[in-house]
């Protein structure tokens, strides 16, 4: 099959993936920019293989402990992997200026007394410096997924975006990147890359060609 896939935001709506996955059987492999797990933090099975970065909303103890259902693949901050002959990267979590210096090994995440409250409380939703500079040296990516932006990315008159998916842009130069978060579709340049904000899972989804990268948005 001369396609794969990329998912935007899931958050729970395990629905969806189901009916685009049995929509394209053929499709071998699918990408997705973060926010899998539903508000309580859990995790379905899919139908085909899913390779997913972290988003701010996901159930980091299951991650952490490799718990996670059939096809579910989490793609760590800095690290390279071949799919099928398809080189990606990621850099998941959003941004914390707080927390940007700390190791991501020492992220804290204490138990509250209420799963939102400890939701809140777990910093794992973020990414590092560390994690940034090992983006930066990474080399022949075909597809770089984030979670948050590149800048500019304007919400009404704030820039939403993150200079570090710009400068991770710049010294990674991918052929393709891919971004979520914001749940809205958007096609630009950054760093002289190609830039798709992807929407909600339900609202739209892309096929992307093995050989040139091109893609088609299918709603």
């Not at 103890?61 to 992997?81: H, K, S, T, Y």
């Not at 940007?100 to 020492?106: F, H, L, N, Q, S």
């Not at 914001?182 to 929407?199: N, P």
Request: glycine share 10%.
């Amino acid at each position: 099959m001369p396609h794969f896939g990329a998912l935007g935001d899931i958050h729970g709506d395990v629905a969806s993936v189901h009916r685009i996955m049995s929509r394209h059987p053929d499709v071998p492999f699918w990408l997705c920019v973060g926010d899998v797990a539903n508000d309580e933090g859990e995790y379905e099975p899919v139908p085909a293989p899913l390779y997913w970065i972290k988003g701010n909303n996901e159930g980091f103890d299951a991650i952490a402990a490799g718990n996670l259902p059939p096809n579910l693949n989490v793609l760590f901050n800095g690290q390279a992997r071949d799919i099928e002959g398809i080189r990606v990267a990621g850099l998941g979590g959003t941004f914390a200026p707080s927390w940007y210096e700390t190791a991501a090994a020492d992220l804290p995440h204490p138990q509250k007394g209420t799963r939102r409250a400890t939701g809140i409380a777990d910093k794992r939703r973020h990414f590092v410096r560390e994690e940034v500079e090992a983006c930066k040296a990474l080399l022949g990516i075909d597809v770089f997924l984030t979670h948050e932006a590149p800048r500019p990315f304007r919400v009404g008159r704030v820039d939403a975006g993150n200079t570090s998916v710009n400068e991770v842009l710049a010294a990674m130069a991918p052929r393709l990147h891919l971004f979520g978060h914001h749940h809205r579709f958007s096609e630009e340049s950054r760093q002289g890359v190609t830039s798709v904000g992807l929407d909600l899972v339900g609202n739209s989804y892309l096929l992307i060609h093995r050989a040139t990268l091109e893609y088609e948005r299918k709603s």
